[in-house]
């Protein structure tokens, strides 16, 4: 089955979802990984991270006793290095707030900060020069990490950077306050970090006044992109860093709180990596209470994940992961031939016959036939927002759906028919809800029950394996 969204518009927040429906569980592979084919693949970690919090992130303390509580989750950190490195693995994500927590006031959170100088101008390894700057304990930990396990690491923490009141940005406070990537090569030289550009109620921390696009090169892999978290939904960072055509990779710490139908963890990671044709390397915090779940290697054609809402145990995942991964967008697969569904849904598109032979004869059924007795479209709220939808009847067919200047197509076939309603969805609109910004979705979801009405609520099983298939194509209306 395949999903394409055409007519999105560039510069604007997108929702790359939906279409890519999962059952949510632990799906985590194995953690053994063969000795990899060092010309084609690389070995990568996620950790998912039941990081300690602060029992009062409100509270103000000395950083003395925030370097106690971010030294227990480093304790953890480091094992999981090590735990890697038995496995020759070479890069390892961790999760955003793993180290420092959430919920803090911008106070509140100040003992938490190191100090960042920005890798642009300063050369530094933090594990071997720990003097050179003030207030840095923590990113010498994660150098001194990355230097035991010989892997490049990434993690996230809290930064500030003093400035000056001839800043006209500068803080009243006298300081910059950012939500930071940071990332170490196995020699533990800090190569590059990354400023959290798409805040989601963050009080504690500043939008850095330009946004950071922000890409570094391994010697095992070659380049990689790196944003957080809410990043992911937006063209910035998460589109424009992929425009550099050297991007075959992306690291990405988050802590997301899982919300049905639209904003599971794993369907987002997993729809970005096939939409985009690129290996995504996404690591979670875990707190089910909270609804915080779901880590993955993610590549466009198969992925390794983990998702659990009753189990409170961390868990890492190793994988091999293709140096260029392969996608059916705009790729052909190993056998050079395109995906035999991306063909023909792209044929039916165009509006060109579709053409078939087996061992008798040659078929042919010409793209109006999908559309013969079209079903209805109907409007139904999902997540806060008026949706148009149509329903996904019958064993096989063609569908789309739209909204404003955004399309959504689906081509799909299914062995049996159920009892579930299915539906395709499209959303073109500002979004108001929980923060207010501008969003396009396609989605393909399980309705509640057999009425209209139901879809858009809160489902848990899916019963239909789906890729997402994306084309983003800039619209002439765009600013």
């Avoid at 094992?79 to 006031?105: L, R, S």
């Avoid at 959170?109 to 840095?136: A, G, K």
């Avoid at 060109?352 to 409007?379: G, L």
């Avoid at 081509?411 to 910004?437: I, N």
Wanted: hydrophobic share 40%; net charge negative; proline share 6%.
């Amino acid at each position: 089955m395949v999903c394409i969204m055409s007519g999105a518009r560039s510069k604007l927040a997108l929702f790359l979802c939906g279409c890519y429906v999962v059952a949510l569980g632990a799906h985590t592979g194995e953690e053994s990984v063969a000795e990899h084919q060092e010309a084609e693949y690389y070995v990568a970690a996620v950790y998912e991270h039941p990081s300690i919090l602060s029992l009062n992130p409100l509270a103000l303390i000395s950083r003395q006793e925030a370097l106690e509580l971010m030294n227990q989750n480093l304790d953890i950190y480091e094992q999981q290095v090590m735990t890697a490195a038995q496995k020759d693995v070479q890069i390892i994500v961790f999760p955003e707030d793993g180290i420092h927590g959430f919920n803090f006031t911008r106070t509140s959170i100040y003992p938490f900060l190191d100090f960042m100088p920005s890798p642009q101008v300063v050369r530094w390894n933090p594990c071997l020069e720990p003097h050179r700057f003030n207030d840095t304990e923590v990113l010498q930990r994660l150098s001194c990490m990355a230097i035991r396990g010989d892997m490049f690491l990434v993690a996230n923490l809290g930064t500030k950077q003093p400035c000056h009141s001839s800043d006209p940005g500068c803080p009243k406070d006298g300081r910059y306050q950012f939500n930071t990537n940071v990332v170490f090569s196995n020699n533990g030289t800090l190569v590059d970090r990354y400023r959290k550009y798409n805040l989601y109620f963050e009080a504690a921390f500043d939008v850095p006044l330009k946004v950071d696009l922000i890409t570094f090169d391994t010697p095992f892999a070659g380049r990689f992109g790196v944003f957080t978290c809410f990043d992911i939904l937006f063209f910035d960072p998460a589109i424009r860093v992929l425009r550099d055509y050297k991007v075959k990779h992306v690291v990405y710490p988050t802590a997301w709180m899982n919300q049905l139908p639209l904003l599971a963890a794993i369907e987002i990671q997993k729809a970005f990596a096939v939409a985009f044709g690129i290996n995504v390397l996404a690591a979670n915090v875990h707190h089910p209470v909270l609804g915080m779940t779901g880590s993955g290697i993610h590549t466009p054609l198969e992925s390794f994940w983990y998702h659990d809402m009753e189990n409170p145990k961390s868990h890492l995942i190793i994988a091999q992961v293709a140096k260029n991964p392969v996608g059916l967008v705009g790729a052909e697969n190993a056998t050079g031939e395109t995906d035999p569904s991306h063909s023909k849904f792209l044929k039916i598109l165009s509006g060109d016959p579709y053409c078939e032979k087996d061992a008798q004869e040659v078929h042919c059924d010409e793209a109006t036939k999908w559309n013969v007795n079209a079903p209805p479209t109907f409007h139904s709220e999902m997540m806060y927002d008026n949706f148009t939808l149509v329903p996904v009847w019958g064993k096989e067919g063609y569908l789309h759906v739209c909204s404003n200047g955004l399309c959504c197509y689906l081509l799909y076939e299914r062995p049996t028919l159920s009892k579930e309603l299915y539906a395709l969805g499209v959303f073109d609109g500002l979004h108001t809800v929980h923060g207010t910004y501008y969003i396009q979705v396609c989605a393909l979801v399980r309705c509640g029950g057999l009425g209209f009405d139901t879809c858009g609520q809160e489902i848990t099983e899916y019963f239909l394996y789906l890729s997402f298939v994306s084309d983003l194509r800039d619209d002439p209306r765009s600013p």
